[in-house]
């Protein structure tokens, strides 16, 4: 059985039905019913199929069914709810993956005690020892090796596996939840578990009656459980997001919920810290490759053979409009320095994603439901480190730091205290003197935030558990059981959810503001493009816009965009980037003129002095460029990097001498494999030919290109070289002469 073909056949259905082709949805539920064991399915597809003939039949001879519009849509969610069924079905019997073992044992164990299915919270395997806890006059804290202890920790992964691998709830599941919420007997992060397994029984089996459970939860507020129901909740109608529509007693519940401010706050808080896990791959990318050294790749074009992108250092070139700044107040560039990281961190970003990767192999994480339990410092994993000769005086210490601590997720706390255990004793006496500091930072940072930021607590709670989530999602051993929720576009501000959560518009813009600073172009363009239809005469979204398709590479469509803004409110940043793209588009001439014009508005800008030179270049009017040029190299006499044009348009001018003295002058620093070829042509043309050969032989041998790049960029130079004196019947000789001494 190829369960794939089974997961994508299920995902297809799902389309067809959210788009009502009823009749292609039933043809692959035909199918995949072929393929389940369970006997009673075909008998519900034919019910199913019946019901449906009769209703077109009904509404072809013109019969008016005030009823129509009911029955059409509880047939269509009979089609969802049997292909669920029929692809549990498939994955418990041919998968052979780790959750469907569980289920089967659970079901195994159940048929023992002669029952085959949980009709109410009786016929519950577990009980006796859940009667047995609710006895107990008051919450204890038994000790961890005693039998009490013991028999607790089993009835709470029974529970959290009977919530977890439930497909359907009925009435056993409901007394259970009150019994959770109620009884009082459950303390707060076994009731974060249970939230946690309720959840993903969602994402495994879609049921209306679930999703109103966690609302339920979240809607009982108690802190740390809350948070997570409603996170939930927000995943859950994100990943059914084609559903939601058909199913209106969640739609009703949640615009009644839409009317309380806090709540639609606090969804805003969710929303944005999910999409914000876009950016952990990225983070780590970034935290290898740019706080590490960074390798930059050579393009053999002229702009890169000159290197004129990095004539000017990055903060003379010009980005994002300067005059946004109030807006962005992080738009400078990230992960250059600690201090940046620090700001990530205090936003929420994920920074410890990469460092925690492989700290996940301990037992720990082989139980599933540790993938989801809070930090909290009476955890037996605390207790462990008693134990230990050098931590065991400091433990309270250390596991109230690691509880209190806002940056670090769950599962990496527990990943820290397991490590620990391994350290060397130099390192553990280090760590316990860092946590006792961290303890004393922590009280009077949460005492002053939490007078500043209402949502501060929520927030922390959020951040953690959807790290937590993510975590699981993309490191446990698990992981290939379940379809990556953080693997696509995440554009819950698309969903059907998050048009129920009130004022869509305000909350648009501040994620298009948001995905812009982060350079998500894709999902803020979407966004300024739905906002600008509301305000027409804003400029700076219409510089936005083009912005975002100018980092696409789409020059046609920034120009656009940028010559609105330019009508509503002409400025020099924005005669520039009319510049740029006609300069990107071929179109120099016309870049020409719009540099001209900014210059006019801002005549010192160093930025825009140096691209009238590179428009001059383009144009081979190399006296011009010479004159910009000369300016930049006035302005910066020490930045070498604008002597490479300048001794290239000397070249191009037929003076060869004044060439080589700039050449000379930017061998000072590290002549690149461009400078090396350029030289070459400058001893070509005075005639050494031999030099020549040798400057182009150390271009290929620097390993910055190879020889076929090199030829490409030879073929490329001899018009230029001809121009200059260069006999055209010398080139061939030349280059064999090369390549043979090469190798």
Known sequence: ????????????????????????????????????????????????????????????????????????????????????????????????????????????????????????????????????????????????????????????????????????YGEAEISLIKIILKSGKFRWHEACLFTSAITLSTLRTWQTEKLMYLLDIYEDGQEQVMERALSGIILNLHYYNSRVKLYPEIGKRITKMSRNSRFREQCRIIVLQTIRSRETEMLARKLHDEILPQVAKLKPQIEEKLDLENILSKDKTEGKNPDWSEMFNDSQEIFKTMEDLTKLQMEGADVYMSAFANMKHFDFFKDFQNWFVPFYPDHETVNEVYQDEILGPGTNELSEALYKTPFICNSDKYSLLLNLKYLPSSQKSMMLKVFRMELEGLQQLNEDESVIDPFRNFRINVTQYLHDIYRFFKLSPYKKEFEDIFSGRLDIYNSEFFRMTGNADEAEAGLADYFFNKNFYDDALGLYLKEINRKPDEDTLYEKIGYCYQENANYQEALVYYRRAELINRKPWTLKKIGLCLRRLGRTEEALEYYLLASDMEPENIHTIIMTAHCYLDLHDYDKALKYYFRVEYKEPDNLKILRPIAYCYFALDRFDDSEKYYDRLSAGKLTAHDLINKGHLALCKGNMREAVDLYRQSIISDEITSDQFMNIFSGDQELLIALGVNPDDLPILLDYLLFSIN
């Open 1 to 168: 059985m190829e369960i794939s073909k089974v997961i994508k056949q299920h995902r297809k259905l799902c389309r067809y039905v959210s788009e009502k082709k009823l009749k292609q949805s039933l043809d692959i539920l035909s199918e995949m019913i072929s393929s389940a064991s369970a006997g009673d399915l075909h008998d519900d597809y034919n019910n199913i199929v019946m019901t449906y003939r009769n209703m077109l039949t009904y509404t072809i001879d013109g019969i008016n069914d005030p009823e129509r519009n009911k029955i059409y849509l509880k047939l269509i969610q009979s089609i969802l709810r049997l292909s669920d069924r029929v692809r549990q079905d498939i994955l418990s019997h041919f998968s052979g993956w780790h959750t469907y073992w569980v289920k089967q044992q659970t079901e195994k164990e159940l048929r023992i005690t002669g029952k085959t299915i949980v009709e109410n919270v009786d016929d519950l395997m577990f009980k006796s020892e859940l009667d047995e806890w609710l006895k107990l006059s008051q919450e204890i804290n038994p000790d961890p090796e005693s039998e009490i202890s013991k028999r607790h920790k089993l009835l709470i992964k029974n529970i959290f596996n009977h919530l977890w691998l439930t497909d359907y």
